[in-house]
């Protein structure tokens, strides 16, 4: 089963930045979405963004409306997550997640982003 590998997570300063990337660890077809969500200790996992594999829309979270910039390579599969102006509430486990046109999903396996001083 191909699996979604999420990479470009780690430790970053308030209003430092950060790009995640998530990318299929072989082929896969029939993408319809692509998004980000994430989870921080105690809270349950929340949606951050989403991009259509056609580029048709992306959508946002309020919380990171602005700061946070979703896009992909179509060409490889990859979704991106550039996030800018990062708060310390930003912090938690960063998750992809690929939906297909036959309404199955992937999730990857989660990358950690701490925003501390």
């Known amino acids: 089963q191909v699996q979604l590998v999420e990479s470009g997570g780690g430790l970053v300063q308030p209003g430092g930045s950060l790009r995640l990337s998530c990318a299929p660890s072989?082929?896969?077809?029939?993408?319809?979405?692509m998004g980000w969500y994430r989870q921080a200790p105690g809270n349950q996992r929340e949606w951050v963004a989403t991009?259509?594999?056609?580029?048709?829309?992306?959508n946002y979270a309020d919380s990171v409306k602005g700061r946070f910039t979703i896009s992909s390579d179509n060409a490889k599969n990859t979704v991106y997550l550039q996030m800018n102006s990062l708060k310390p509430e930003d912090t938690a486990v960063y998750f992809c997640?690929?939906?297909?046109?036959?309404?199955?999903?992937?999730w990857g396996q989660g990358t950690q982003v701490t925003v501390s001083s």
């Open positions: 072989g082929s896969i077809f029939s993408i319809n979405t």
């Open positions: 991009i259509a594999l056609n580029g048709a829309y992306t």
């Open positions: 997640r690929f939906r297909f046109l036959n309404s199955r999903e992937s």
